[in-house]
């Protein structure tokens, strides 16, 4: 009997307004992009019964047999991606730990940037900074890559700027920036200084430092979002360095999958750029729905729904109104992909956490 073939495996968490994306690659290894799962709380539990959370996560690696992940990333310093990722990590080996460079330096990850600091100095982990181009993993023999498109000069330059100007009045932003790679975590460490809890005036946009990520598997492309913003994605579209191989098109990267931008209702994706990054079809997958702060708005997805691009939620925003939105919840999703490009989506998943029923 022949062996199956190898696949690309996507679990999409159900994590309220947060990401967790657990991958496993063709070749059997794991990795972890994101973590946002709070850690049990009796009160919580109740109040957001049909969200996962990091002790879920944890066993299920325990189910697996996983002691082990190959790579770790960080796509941007936001809590509802980061909060969680300690709790899983620091029983954790991790071979490769990707994010921007600096982007640790927040207050609120100390725990997790002295973790991955003691890891690389052990020589047990090794950091990747992450720019357009990055290549942060590879299995040639399947010919599975993954690589980040993002962020880019522009977006590093474009939060730094935003920042001098708000520590330091309008005209910080005329403040020379030369290599915006190594000034990103000496300004969020200025930021951090200027006061514990940022105003809203103050608050950084670090949906600017978002890692879009695509994931190349023979013929099958599968892009992961982040939070990326629009100027991002606009930026990306008409970038010619798109392409990540020297005999690669733009055409030849539309992905069969997509992770929308978790926040996506006003600033994410804009629809008339879907066909330049999608193929005909493809499968669209956000963790929640219907919540205008956190998450794709019922326009949007409609929006990608009507241009036949069929969308799958992990599940309702816990913020939401009761009758906001109706859209059901799926679950844990788990997604397959063949290096042929085939896509099958199992939201019936062992280990899955929500109840469909709850959120119509």
Not at 7 to 28: H, I, N, R, S, V
Not at 192 to 214: C, D, F
Request: glycine fraction near 8%.
């Amino acid at each position: 009997m022949a062996s199956p073939r190898p696949t690309f495996e996507l679990y999409l968490w159900p994590a309220g307004d947060c990401d967790c994306l657990l991958l496993k690659t063709p070749g059997g290894r794991w990795g972890l992009i994101d973590c946002g799962l709070s850690s049990l709380n009796p009160k919580l539990r109740e109040q957001e019964r049909v969200w996962a959370m990091v002790e879920d996560l944890k066993t299920f690696l325990a189910q697996q047999n996983i002691t082990r992940l190959a790579f770790v990333q960080l796509s941007h310093p936001e809590l509802d991606h980061a909060k969680g990722m300690y709790q899983v990590l620091k029983e954790m080996e991790f071979e490769v730990f990707c994010t921007v460079s600096g982007a640790l330096n927040r207050n609120s990850l100390t725990k997790l940037k002295e973790l991955v600091e003691d890891r690389v100095a052990e020589g047990r982990t090794r950091f990747l900074g992450a720019t357009r181009g990055l290549s942060f993993w590879q299995e040639p023999e399947h010919q599975f890559e993954l690589v980040a498109l993002g962020p880019g000069q522009r977006d590093l330059t474009a939060f730094v700027v935003s920042l001098q100007r708000k520590l330091y009045g309008p005209n910080g932003g005329a403040m020379p920036v030369a290599d915006p790679v190594k000034q990103v975590g000496p300004i969020i460490e200025e930021t951090e200084l200027h006061t514990a809890k940022p105003s809203e005036t103050l608050k950084p946009s670090y949906n600017r430092l978002s890692i879009i990520t695509l994931a190349l598997f023979g013929e099958a492309r599968i892009l992961l979002g982040a939070d990326a913003l629009t100027f991002s994605w606009c930026d990306l579209a008409k970038s010619p360095n798109f392409s990540v191989s020297a005999s690669a098109n733009q055409s030849d990267l539309r992905a069969q999958v997509i992770k929308l931008p978790h926040h996506g209702a006003t600033d994410g994706l804009p629809l008339e750029l879907a066909p330049v990054f999608l193929q005909e079809k493809a499968e669209a997958l956000v963790s929640s729905s219907g919540h205008g702060f956190a998450s794709p708005s019922a326009e949007v997805l409609d929006g990608f729904t009507a241009r036949g691009y069929p969308v799958y939620c992990t599940g309702r925003s816990a913020w939401c109104p009761e009758l906001a939105v109706g859209r059901a919840c799926t679950g844990l999703n788990q997604v397959i992909v063949a290096s042929d490009g085939r896509v099958t989506i199992d939201s019936e998943k062992q280990g899955r956490m929500t109840h469909p029923g709850k959120c119509r």
